[in-house]
Structures are given as structure tokens and as C-alpha cells.
């Protein structure tokens, strides 16, 4: 079982930045987001590949958005630019053992809140 552990997010204006961390207590194949908006669905935001680097980003985040990771600490990072009032979510933290990242991947995080105001 691979614990994750998520820390950032909070409120910030448009146009402002955020970091979220995820750490992870094991190695698994890719780490990424999700995040929920109230009333919607679960959607993808973004994930890396441990081994290769190799990065997906939904369409909405691309040029703002950033994903990367640290081998060493079993982290992944999400910098987050130029913040829209649509990106406000909770973001969630989440890991898969295979190739396929979706919304039934292996593990989750407990979820961090990010609100941007207008």
C-alpha cells in the first residue's frame, strides 16, 4: 500500500502562482492530479512518468502548469501560474501501478483546496 501526502494549495488571486507536493510512500509507476470541482466530475490535470520524465497535462493547464518530480525524495510537484478562478478545485494527489492514469488509479491523496478569487 503507497501512502500519499499532499501539502499546498490555499487561496490566491488571479494571475498568482501556487506549489503543491505530493510525497509518496512507495514507488509506483506514474504520479499525477486530479481535481473536483463542486458539482463535477473528477478530472485530470496532470501526471509524469518516474522513469522516463515523460509528462501529460490536460488542455486547460498547458503554458501554466507544470509537473515535475524529485527521485530522491519520492515527490512530485505541480506549479501552478497564472491561476483562472475556473482552476479554483480541490486537487487531489494520485498514483497508478501501470500505465493507465484515470480516476481508478491505485491510490489517493487526502485532497488540498485551491481557491482563486477574481
Known amino acids: 500500500q503507497v501512502q500519499l501526502v499532499e501539502s499546498g494549495g490555499g487561496l490566491v488571486q488571479a494571475g498568482g502562482s501556487l506549489r503543491l507536493s505530493c510525497a509518496a510512500s512507495?514507488?509506483?509507476?506514474?504520479m499525477g492530479w486530479f481535481r473536483q470541482a463542486p458539482g463535477k466530475e473528477r478530472q485530470f490535470v496532470a501526471n509524469?512518468?518516474?522513469?522516463?520524465?515523460?509528462?501529460g497535462y490536460t488542455d486547460s493547464v498547458k503554458g501554466r502548469f507544470n509537473i515535475s518530480r524529485d527521485n530522491a525524495k519520492n515527490t512530485v510537484y505541480l506549479q501552478m501560474n497564472s491561476l483562472k478562478p475556473e482552476d479554483t478545485a480541490i486537487y487531489y494527489c494520485t498514483a497508478s501501478r501501470n500505465l493507465l492514469f484515470s480516476r481508478r488509479n491505485d491510490y489517493w491523496g487526502q485532497g488540498t483546496q485551491v481557491t482563486v478569487s477574481a
Open positions: 509524469i512518468i518516474w522513469s522516463s520524465g515523460n509528462t
Open positions: 512507495g514507488r509506483t509507476f506514474s
